[in-house]
């Protein structure tokens, strides 16, 4: 049974940082992608990033509002998903979610972000 359990929300000031972890249970392949998505107050759940799944190789790939200020990165033998934010704006405020998107999706429960101006 695949579970996600993310970690690392919290409050920060505009132009401030967080690193997100997602660690993974559960075993991925090489058909599976690993992505974060966000969903803001009174919004649809957005994609932010994804990759490849742990050991493989493949594209990275962010949405447009995050590139250049979000990195997306895996630990492979620790199975952990990281997000790494900097330059944070209001704009980012909202519950991330850690994904595995492959065969079968999977999600975790959500880290709140919240960024105050």
């Known amino acids: 049974q695949m579970q996600l359990v993310e970690n690392g929300g919290g409050s920060v000031q505009t132009g401030g940082s967080l690193k997100l972890s997602c660690a993974v249970t559960?075993?991925?392949?090489?058909?599976?992608?690993l992505g974060w998505y966000r969903q803001a107050p009174g919004k649809e759940r957005e994609f932010v990033a994804a990759?490849?799944?742990?050991?493989?190789?493949?594209?990275?790939v962010y949405a447009d509002s995050v590139r250049d200020r979000f990195t997306i990165s895996r630990a492979h033998a620790e199975n952990i998903l990281y997000l790494q934010m900097t330059i944070l704006k209001p704009a980012d405020t909202a519950i991330y979610y850690c994904?595995?998107?492959?065969?079968?999706?999977?999600w975790g429960r959500g880290t709140q972000v919240t960024v105050s101006s």
């Open positions: 994904n595995i998107a492959g065969p079968s999706r999977y």
């Open positions: 990759l490849p799944g742990f050991w493989c190789s493949g594209a990275t």
């Open positions: 559960g075993r991925t392949t090489c058909t599976d992608r």
